[in-house]
């Protein structure tokens, strides 16, 4: 949405694709709204110096400079749709217009309420994109509605901004259809991925069977604990100190703990000793909505898969390695490394939006469609998918289990090749289904960017033989700087059916 408006702003005529809706649908509206970044009270090197000790010196430290300088102007864009930015040591949150909604459903709503607002942006929701369209440079993209026709966009550059890849995991607080759609598209059309191994997961996210899987948004409440069925408190047991400071100073680590405690046995989130005064306050005010009874009763939690750090490498005009394809979000890669500071997901949206949209436009402005192509930016074929019920269901379960298993929190080497082989089998007997539904096609091309984004994580994770930063391996339990300081880069060879790897310096 950010890319969108400063594209329009830069002169280009614009759309914006979404498989879904624009502004709910998306992860940033389960956001917590938090922007880590450069304040009056702490420098942008400070920010460079702490975004680079948590991304275990891998990170491209020229993003990481360049997000240190715009992100003030990231900052203004937000204040400047009339919402309203309260300072903390670090950065900002965004205040939430109700106390009971997530703080990210105010930040979308003011973007997709700017989107209305101007005119020559077109929306459309509903339009999975399967394709992007490429010859000596880019030509649109094509896709599939949901009343199954298909989808024609020409366009002389695109801005991919599919977000990450959490839901591909059993446990996961990101939304459902999340499946790293964004990674499958850009390989499909050449392009590498990077540092895939690097899979951030949240220390504490509802487990419990019958509620929603919802982070547990901090700052965490007073006199709140984390028990197993022996009421053990497990932070004092490993020293984990305040969950609020350690869900950001030591998230792997603490992530790490609670994997290895909830294999043992459940571990439960327990209020019931948490002052009256605090269930009206953001963020317990958030969990009047669901039908539990919270102050009364321990719940269950577990960690849960939430960001991606991999992805696509941009430069510092959000291009890619595609003449005419831009990306931002959490689908491109560089600022965060081997683990990301909290909050500087949402930082890294708007500043490589703002930029990505602005470089797309000026783009597309000098590099204009032929006059041979179409005149009309939308074109719709009517290849309507006749309609059979079949479900994909089964498949999407083994998937996120495969993930959990194999390339979960902590990993070694016999479980990563079983999950490679699993997934062989898996990829081999998804291909074999023909879906005859909008639906089922949709489940589809989800479990084939899933399928594709998991073997990438276990290849990359299977050659890095030591642990770092998010990246834990059980059989190489150290951080080795002599050896590993370096990018992976991920090739697929779709003749061969197989991911080449290389490894870069830093840089
Ligand atoms: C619960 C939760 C809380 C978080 N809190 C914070 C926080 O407070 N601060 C912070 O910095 N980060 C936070 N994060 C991380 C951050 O929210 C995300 O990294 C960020 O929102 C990603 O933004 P994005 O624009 O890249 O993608 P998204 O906001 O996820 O949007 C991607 C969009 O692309 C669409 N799309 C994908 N594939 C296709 C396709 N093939 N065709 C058409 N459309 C497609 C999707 O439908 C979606 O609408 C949180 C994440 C979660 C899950």
Known sequence: MVAAIEARQAGA??????????????????????????????????????????????????????????????????????????????????????PDLIPGITLVKALAGKIRSVSGIEVLTGVYVTDILKEEGIRGIRGFAKTGEEVLIHAPAVVLATGGAGALYLRSDNQKSMMGQGYYLAAKAGLELWDMEFVQFYPLVMAQPGLP????????????????????????????????????????????ILFQESIKGPLYMDYRMVPASQWKKHPLSLLARIKFDFRKQPFVVAPAAHFFMGGIRIDEGARTSLPGLFSCGEVAWGLHGANRVSGNALTETVVFGKIGGRNAARYALTHRMSQSEPKALLEKSSHGISSSPRTLREFRQR????????????????????????????????????????????????????????????????????????????????????????????KYDWGEGRFSLRYHPIG
């Open 213 to 256: 899987s919802l982070l547990l948004y901090p700052p965490y409440p007073e006199r709140a604990r984390v028990i197993n069925d022996a009421e053990e408190d497990i932070l004092e047991k490993y020293g984990i100190g305040n969950p609020s400071e350690a869900h950001i100073t030591k998230r792997d680590t603490f992530s790490a």
């Open 399 to 490: 998937m996120r289990e495969m993930a959990w298993r194999h390339a979960g929190v902590v990993r070694d080497e016999k479980g990563l090749r079983e999950g490679l082989a699993k997934l062989g089998k898996v990829e081999a007997d998804l291909k074999g289904i023909a879906p005859h539904t909008v639906n089922e096609r949709i489940g589809k091309e989800n479990l084939m960017s899933a399928a594709f984004v998991l073997k990438a994580v276990l290849t990359a994770s299977l050659s890095r033989t030591e642990s770092r930063g998010s990246f834990i391996r059980e059989d190489f339990p150290r951080q080795d700087d002599i050896n590993w300081r370096k990018n992976s880069c991920l």
């Open 13 to 98: 005529r614009v759309a914006i694709i979404d498989k879904g809706q624009i502004a709910l649908g998306t992860n940033s509206a389960l956001s917590n709204a938090t922007f880590f970044g450069p304040t009056r009270q702490y420098s942008p090197e400070k920010y460079v110096k702490d975004t680079l000790r948590t991304g275990r010196e891998i990170n491209r430290e020229a993003l990481v400079r360049l997000v240190a300088k715009e992100a003030p102007h990231a900052f203004s864009l937000l204040r400047s749709l009339g919402l309203t930015l309260v300072e903390f040591q670090g950065g900002y949150y965004i205040k939430s217009v109700r």
